[in-house]
């Protein structure tokens, strides 16, 4: 065993230096371990706050391709910067196998020990074990791959221009959300072979076009297309893929950058899922490693006394009518939660033992590992959030119904509201309702080759203004005419658009 | 396990590419904003960079997302009085959002806008865009003050690549001398020279004696003055190098602009690019530029710069109480033994017509005579005026210091200036 000795703490003052880091990072690996934390190698990275907005506004990534809208991030991040509006991140965390973190050289010793817990032992971990990360993105790949993208795409820009490149990743952003399967799992692959079958499946593609659209033939009648099956059989959720398949004035190098895009937002998928529970996991082991650091006589008053002023300002949560109010913060939501389970396992009350039969009284660290692997946010919610909590953040529910002049408070936190409230936040948390579910639905082969879209609505809610330009990215990429209609769940065609705006609606009124 | 590893000397800037991208797309709304500032700001900040605002509408990525509208349950924290079953109205404008929620910026049609900074070279490429500018001259127009490094003698300390060899012997010498005394190193030769006498003489145990005497004399006198080491700390000398500024030298610029009715605002914009560039070339060659503005109609007045572009006035035309304010104000103020005088005059040609040989008469006696330059333009589509065939006479007298050109947009502004470069950067004259 490790004992303390004799409280002689690791530093005394507040400047950081490659010696403390190297002996922080023991300690605190060592407490990891001690508690069965489970992580990749890390690789920790003295940046300077310059380097961190570039990590910044590109999307997180040590590299990516090039493209305005991250000069429009570098540029909003650095006006804010410079204006004081906004500290930096303390810390990126990137899923990648060795986990690379970066360490800002503005930070003090204590602020760098704490994203070592935080980013290099929590997030980390999660990387490595959640089933999300495991199944739906290659950690050993991802650095390869961006760095194939981005040379890929610098090639295309010297081929074919930067304008076209440029409008062409444009149109795939606009789509990138539907650019991911959210169901079936895909394959991963490492760059090398991926360099490897790109040009193969350039290829094939283009000839298994050919085939499908040489099929074609004059259309007969609209009575006869009617009857036809459609194309495809079933709705297709992923557009970026049905496109980079089957669009058929796309060049290759353009259905390559579509599957570029494709991967990447599939790659950053699971991370849109695991918010509250990724943020409050390292919130939680930032917070317990550090006390275990204290507790061995490690670290000095001073330095648990910054620690915890950062963490709570990290961690807290302005009631809804406050100004600072901008929805409910994942680190508060996920660390509570985190803490929690720990009560719930450690000293369980009667109403702990009613909800949670199961975990009650077990040993906390099986718990929350367990918690931590198999769940995602949604189903974290609805699984673990209990009374105690509900009452301790005051939640309660708001009912908007446009049909009615007035908003409702449909449930508290009271024995009545409990269940009710957590249902709906973990529907908050599930994608498939915050953003449209919108599919694939038909293509009109044999005919003007128009895309028809399915939106599935989804308690009634229509889509956003933005709906129009998107789908002119998407006309651009298809090349031909796109429809896309919202359909009530009784197949009720509620609203429908089209690019370019229908022609048949102006000659149906000119007719009449 | 982990690697620890200091990138921070790793390439900076990594966003460059992306933010000339981004600076790229939105080319139109940086060029309005720039032009904005031109017309806005002052002569002598016109070269500091500036704020480019663009709506939020036109930079937006547009996603497919929800709308307002149907039916949505909301989560929030911080209950205070609500308990099950309370109803009160939508908060105004936020419609889909609930009680409080941060939607205040979207209220009505007030949108906000994304702002962000261009540098000093930035604005200064979108504002000679569409000046033509050769890109010789835009490097010159942009360049900071130059510096000459000199030669100024020789200091203590310095760089090793710097050190003076001569100099650095020179010193350890005299310091060697110095810290010696003469009879000690006169006492060591005659000692010396009394040995080798014994040594020459035949060997006996009274002279090895002596000898050994001697010799121990010897060393010890020797080891006093080898005490002093040969170059010390304090011996060596660096070679001195200053930066003086090049030129040092001051100018003055008389803005002059007619000011009558017939000038309208969109003129004197171009006269204001025009001074603008002026100004900047001045800047680059003279370390302190005074402005003078002096406007005219049928008389002139010595103004500050935001009478001088935007007060309205009208009146007649009489451009040689201009030049004679001018001349006043040179004899006054600026003797021409100090100052480089530069004379920038806008106008649209049209001049009282008995006043025009006036005006030659002030140039070719009063004040051309004084001045560096002389550049007049005629914003003008039309026909030359009166003024414009007077001051062709002008020119054939004093070809070198007296420019004009007419002008209709903004890219002829240029060639007015293509002589005075000519001059300054080659040393030759215009051969046509």
Known sequence: MNQPKARQPISTGSDWTFELIEAYDREIGRIAADFGLDTYPNQIEVITSEQMMDAYSSVGMPLNYNHWSFGKQFVETEQNYKRGRMGLAYEIVINSDPCIAYLMEENTITMQALVIAHACYGHNSFFKGNYLFRTWTDASAIIDYLLFAKNYIRRCEEKHGVDEVEKLLDSCHALMNYGVNRYKRPRPLTAAEERERQRSREEYIQRHLNDLWNTTVPRKSDDEAGKLPRFPAEPEENILYFIEKNAPLLEPWQREIIRIVRKVAQYFYPQKQTQVMNEGWACFWHYTLLHQLFDEGLVTDGFMMEFLHSHSSVIYQPPFDSPYFSGINPYTLGYNMMQDIRRICEKPTDEDREWFPDIAGSDWRETLMDAMRNYKDESFILQFLSPHLMRELKLFSILDDSSRPTLRVDAIHNERGYRAIRESLSAQYNLGNREPNIQVYNVNVRGDRALTLRHYMHNGQPLGESTDEVLKHLHRLWGFDIRLESVTPDGEVMQSYACPPQAHELTVESIA | ?432
């Open chain 2, 1 to 432: 396990m982990s690697y620890i590893i200091d990138r921070r000397e790793n390439a900076k800037k990594k966003s460059t590419v992306n933010r000339q991208r981004f600076l790229r797309r939105y080319k139109q709304h940086i060029k309005k904003a720039v032009e904005e500032a031109i017309h806005d700001r002052s002569i002598k900040d016109i070269d500091q960079g500036g704020q480019v605002t663009i709506p939020k509408r036109d930079i937006s990525e547009p996603v497919f997302h929800h709308g307002e509208g149907g039916i949505r349950h909301k989560i929030f924290p911080g209950n205070q009085e609500f308990v099950e079953g309370d109803e009160f109205r939508r908060p105004e404008g936020g419609g889909g959002g609930g009680a409080g929620q941060g939607k205040a910026s979207n209220q009505g049609e007030g949108e906000d806008d994304f702002t962000f900074n261009i540098s000093q070279d930035e604005f200064l490429d979108f504002m000679f865009e569409n000046l033509e500018l050769p890109w010789m001259v835009r490097k010159q127009l942009k360049d900071a003050t130059t510096f000459e490094t000199r030669r100024a003698g020789f200091t203590s300390a310095g760089s090793p690549e710097k050190l003076h060899i001569v100099r650095s012997l020179r010193a350890a010498h005299a310091r060697r001398i110095a810290l010696t005394d003469k009879e000690t190193r006169q006492q060591i030769r005659a000692l010396r020279k009394e040995l080798w006498a014994l040594e020459d003489t035949s060997p006996s145990p009274e002279r090895n004696e002596k000898i050994n005497a001697l010799r121990a004399r010897i060393t010890e006198l020797e080891k006093s003055s080898r005490k002093l080491p040969f170059l010390d700390d304090f011996d060596l000398r660096y070679t001195n190098m200053v930066r003086v500024p090049m030129p040092s030298s001051k100018a003055v610029m008389f803005c002059v602009m007619d000011v009558s009715g017939s000038m309208t605002q969109s003129i004197k914009d171009m006269a204001k690019r025009f001074f603008i560039l002026l100004y900047l070339f001045l800047n680059r060659n003279y370390k302190q530029i005074e402005v003078v503005f002096v406007r005219h109609h049928t008389h002139a007045k010595e103004v500050d710069e935001q009478e001088f572009f935007y007060s309205r006035e009208t009146g007649g035309t009489i451009v040689s109480s201009a030049l004679a304010l001018s001349a006043d104000i040179i004899d006054e103020r600026y003797p021409p033994a100090d100052w480089n005088i530069y004379i920038a005059q806008a106008s649209d040609g049209d001049n009282w017509d008995g006043d025009s040989a006036t005006c030659s008469k002030i140039l070719t006696e009063r004040i051309l005579p004084k001045t560096q330059y002389f550049a007049y333009v005629e914003i003008t589509t039309g026909p030359h005026q009166n003024l414009w065939h007077e001051y062709e006479h002008v020119h054939e007298v004093f070809k070198e210091q007296f420019a004009m050109q007419q002008i209709t947009d903004a890219g002829e502004i240029y060639p007015v200036f293509r002589r005075l470069f000519e001059k300054r950067t080659e040393g030759t004259h215009e051969s046509a």
